[in-house]
C-alpha cells in the first residue's frame, strides 16, 4: 500500500475509523483506479465498472443514515473518501461528488420519504446513476437567471429548457434538475427515458476525459407532479447542495495535488542530470517545498472544515475558501511537477499532465475561483461585488 | 460453525524498517502498521465459510494494546468478535503458538485459519505448531480449499514444481496461501460498526522464549556495477575479472 507522506504528522488529529477508510481508500485507488485510469482518459471514457465497485465500499451517500443505505459516517470520513479518489482522477471523484452530494443530498434533504425509500438505495448501491441540472449555456455563475421553465399541467408538470456541463448526464437513471416554477426556483426528478428528456454527451474535451459531461435537454417534458422535491424552495436550495460538494471537492484536491507531488519527488530523487540527481537542485527543492508546504497547509484547512462541519459550524463561506484554496495550491503544484518532470510530465506514463487538465476544470466548476474570491470577499466586508 | 482466524500485525510492506537502538529489534517509529497481507487470505476464507454455512468467525491476535488495530481490521472485514492475547513481550514463534493454543483449546474451535507467514518475522511455523499443540491436522500452504457438509476438507498445496491435494477433516488448521481467494475491502458500514463488536482480552500464561535475537542488520547495500567496456571487446577483460576479481568463474 502506498502509504503517502505525511510530513506534519497530520493522521495523529484522525480517528482509527477515519484512518481505516483512508487507508482503504488508497488500496481501492491503488488497485482498481490507478491500473485502468489512463487508458480511460485516452479513450473519453468513463470506467463504468467502477460505480459498482465503488458502492461496495459505501462511497455514495456515506453521511447519510444506514436505513436509507448510508453509512451512518461523519464529514472527515466523506472528505477523506474523496481526496483518495481524486488521488486517483478528478473525474471518478466527480463522479462520486455528483451522486453523493448533489443527487442523493437533494432527495434526502428536500424530498418525499416516498422519494427517498426509492430513490437513495439504489443511488447508494449505484443500481442507479443520478446527475445534477443547474448550469444553463448562458447562466453559470449566476444560476438565479436561469432559463429552464416548469408549468402546471394537471397532474403533471411540463419543463422546457436545457442545462449544459452536467456531470453523468448521459449516463444517468435520475436527474435532479433545478427550473423556475412561477418565477420561483424549484427541484424536479426526471427520469432516463422520459419524452421530451435526452442528455447528449459532449465532446472534445481536453480535461475530465474520464468523465461523461452532458447536456440536458427538455422540449415538454412531462413529469408526474410527485417528482417535484416538496422542501426545496429558491436558489438556496440547489446552493445547499452545491456547498456539500464543494466541501467534497476541497478535500479532492488534496488527492490529485498528492498524487502530482509524489510523482515529482519520486522523479527528482532518481533522474540525474550533471552526474546528480536533480532533486539536489536548489530550485528543485524550492518546487518539492512550496508542494510539501501547501498540501500540508490544504489537509489542516480541510480537516478542520470537517470537524466544523461535523458540528454544524460549518459555513458556506468556510467552505468557499476551502474550495479555492485546494484547487488553486493543487493546479499550481500540478503545473510544478510538470516543470520537474520536464518532458516526461507530458507523457500519460506519469500522472501529472492528466491531473493538470482535470484540474483546470476543476478550478472553475463547482463557483468559479473568482466567485469563490467574490463569496469570501463578502463576508469579510458585508458588500456583494458581484450584483 | 465456530470458526477462528490468528493474525499478525505487521510493518506495511511500504514501510522502511529500521534496526532500533538496541540493535536487535525494529526501530517503531514512522512505522505504518497492517493486517499481515496473507492473514486477509485466512479471514476471508473465514467470512466465506461463515457466509456458506451459519457460523462465527473470531479474529484471535497475541501482542501489545496496538495490535487491537488490526483485530478490528478483521472486525471491519465482517468477523464478529476480537480475542485480544495482551502481552507486551515479544515472542518466539513457540511461544505465540503456545499463547494461540491454550486461549482456542477449550473454545471447541471447528476450523482455525491463519495466514502462511507473517510478513514481519517470517517463521512460517504457526499452523504446524498449532496443529501439533492442539492435537488437530494442519493443512500448511492452501492455494485452494474446499470444505465439505460432513465436515471432510480437499485443499490444494503448492510444493516445489507443482501442486498437491491433501484431503483432512475438521476440526483443524488451515493456512493460507495467496491466491486462496481474493479478500475483500473493509466497508464502510463495516467500518462503522468494527467499533462496537466485542474484543475479548486474555492474559497468556508465562513464557520464556527458546529462540533470543542476537543482533538485526539491513542487507549490506549493493555496491555500484561496473563496466569493463563495450562489445566482443570487451569479454576477455570481463572473463579476466570474474575470474579473478570475482572469483565466480
Known sequence: MNTGSDFFNIDSLLTEDELMVRDTMRSFVDREVLPVIEEANRENRFPMDLPKKMAELGVFGPTLPGEYGGGDANYVIYGLMMQELERGDSGIRSFASVQTSLVMYPIFRYGTEEQKRRWLPALASAESIGCFGLTEP????????????AVRDGDSFVLNGAKMWITNGTIADVAVVWAKLDGEVRGFLVEKGTPGFTAPEMKGKHSLRASVTSELVFQDCR?????ILPGAKGLKAPLSCLTQARYGISWGAIGAATACYETALDYAKTRTQFDRPIA?????????????TEITKARLLSLHLGRLQDQQKATFYHVSMAKRNNVDIALQIARMARDVLGANGILDEYPVMRHMNNLESV????????????????????????? | MNIFVCVS??????????????????????VTW??????????????QLKEAREGEVTVVCFGPDA?????????AMGADKGLHIKSDQPRDSFGTAKALAETLKDREADVIFCGRQSIDYDGWQMAGLLGEMLDLPSVTVASKLEIKEDGSIEAEREIEGGMETVVSKLPAVISAQKGLNDPRYPKLQGIMQAKRKPIEDVEPSPYKNRVEVLEMSKPPVKSAGKIVGEGPDAVKELVKLLHEEAKVI
Open chain 1, 138 to 149: 448562458d447562466h453559470g455563475s449566476d444560476p438565479g437567471g436561469m432559463v429552464t421553465r
Open chain 1, 223 to 227: 413529469i408526474p407532479a410527485e417528482n
Open chain 1, 280 to 292: 539536489s537542485f536548489q530550485l528543485v527543492q524550492q518546487k518539492l517545498t512550496f508542494m510539501e
Open chain 1, 363 to 387: 478550478r472553475t466548476y463547482e463557483g468559479t475561483h473568482d466567485i469563490h474570491t467574490l463569496i469570501i470577499g463578502q463576508a469579510i466586508t458585508g458588500i456583494a461585488a458581484y450584483t
Open chain 2, 9 to 30: 500485525h505487521v510493518p506495511d510492506t511500504t514501510t522502511k524498517v529500521q534496526v532500533g537502538e538496541d540493535g536487535k529489534s525494529i526501530d517503531p517509529s514512522g
Open chain 2, 34 to 47: 497492517i493486517l499481515n497481507p496473507y492473514d486477509e487470505y485466512a479471514v476471508e476464507a473465514a467470512l
Open chain 2, 67 to 75: 495490535v487491537k488495530e488490526t483485530i478490528r481490521k478483521g472486525l
